[in-house]
């Protein structure tokens, strides 16, 4: 695994841990980073056709208490990808954003351009750098909460408006975060309504599939990321944003045996049987040479989700995408989990 895939992973680890195939998009989403019609280094983010400019100002709640944002912002920075693919959907474009550390997924396509070095100029591998936020000179600053930290927080709130949402939903809340993340940047924005449009078009996909595939319900799923070939990191955790997902589909998450209260569970490969009684598994591999290792692999063949092609094997783009789903991705997550569904 290269330097770029280790950082990514290591980032999607920490999300699964936190507390706090090709497929269709919503049809509401527009041309957005780094697209012709998208933004460059003088380019404004918040002027879209269909924008509200009189719902300022506005106060949106954020896990640093309540953000008011004083007029409609025109050079708006997102710092992570999942960010970037929630603006694309409701309309937004940034004037700033991380450098690409693994390609976006077909979600992305004629949406979202991360060859445009004039958006996809931050680099995030070694944190948040404020000197490179402030050089882009934003109105609205829009983060998540396992990449900004109080200290960070103080540096960028004192360069434009701050906003920073929880990448997984609160224990009390079963509003998944896709959704909560989509409503609060469409207000942050100026794009309220067309957030409510497409969270409204992302549920309906989402109620299909559930008519569509009635034996799902009840049915147990699990979802993580082999680290090697001796090694799975999974979910142990109902409110993280990849199982409040797959709970919106009916299906439920699988508790390992002996996984106690940690967010998440590392599998050695003895435990690799743990997985026979779950009915899906979402199985990320971090690049193609563990994933031949994987399919050669005696023990792993033999897992009953592997055998029953129930077991939905992923690259590092899309276990990453099935980690913290966005209003973009869903439409394709649902694509690739159908006939891993039909099977159940």
Not at 57 to 79: E, F, H, M, S, Y
Not at 193 to 209: D, L
Not at 301 to 329: E, F, G, M
Request: include cysteine; glycine fraction near 8%.
């Amino acid at each position: 695994m290269d330097r770029l895939a280790v950082l990514v992973l290591g980032v999607l680890l920490l999300v699964a841990g936190c507390s706090s195939g090709a497929g269709s998009t919503p049809e509401s989403a527009q041309p957005a980073a780094g697209s012709e019609s998208g933004a460059g280094p003088n380019a404004t983010s918040g002027s879209r056709a269909g924008s509200d400019p009189a719902a300022f100002p506005t106060t949106v709640d954020t896990i640093n208490g309540a953000v008011t944002i004083p007029k409609q912002p025109q050079r708006v920075v997102l710092l992570t990808d999942q960010l970037v693919e929630t603006a694309a959907a409701i309309g937004v474009t940034p004037v700033g954003a991380p450098t690409p550390t693994t390609p976006l997924g077909p979600w992305a396509d004629g949406k979202i351009n991360q060859k445009d070095s004039s958006v996809f100029s931050i680099p995030m591998a070694d944190g948040v750098p404020a000197e490179k936020v402030a050089a882009l000179t934003p109105d609205l600053i829009v983060g998540s909460d396992y990449l900004v930290d109080t200290a960070t927080y103080a540096k960028l709130s004192k360069i434009a408006p701050t906003v920073v949402l929880a990448v997984n939903a609160d224990p009390d809340s079963q509003t998944p975060a896709w959704e909560s993340n989509a409503r609060d940047l469409g207000r942050a924005t100026g794009h309220a309504a067309q957030a409510e449009q497409v969270i409204t078009s992302v549920n309906g996909k989402i109620e299909q599939v559930k008519k569509d595939n009635p034996q799902i319900a009840g049915k147990t799923f699990q979802l993580g990321n082999f680290l090697s070939a001796s090694e799975f990191v999974c979910t142990n955790s109902d409110q993280t944003s990849s199982a409040l997902f797959l709970r919106s589909l009916g299906l439920k998450l699988a508790k390992l045996p002996g996984a106690g209260s940690e967010p998440r569970v590392v599998l050695s490969k003895e435990r690799f049987t743990d997985l026979n009684d779950v009915d899906l598994v979402i199985m990320g591999s971090s690049d193609k040479d563990l994933a031949g290792k994987l399919a050669d692999d005696p023990i792993f063949r033999q897992l009953t989700p592997v055998k029953n092609k129930t077991a939905d094997q992923v690259d590092l783009t899309w276990v990453t995408a099935y980690n913290i789903p966005t209003a973009l991705s869903i439409g394709s997550l649902l694509d690739d989990l159908s006939p891993y569904l039909q099977r159940l």
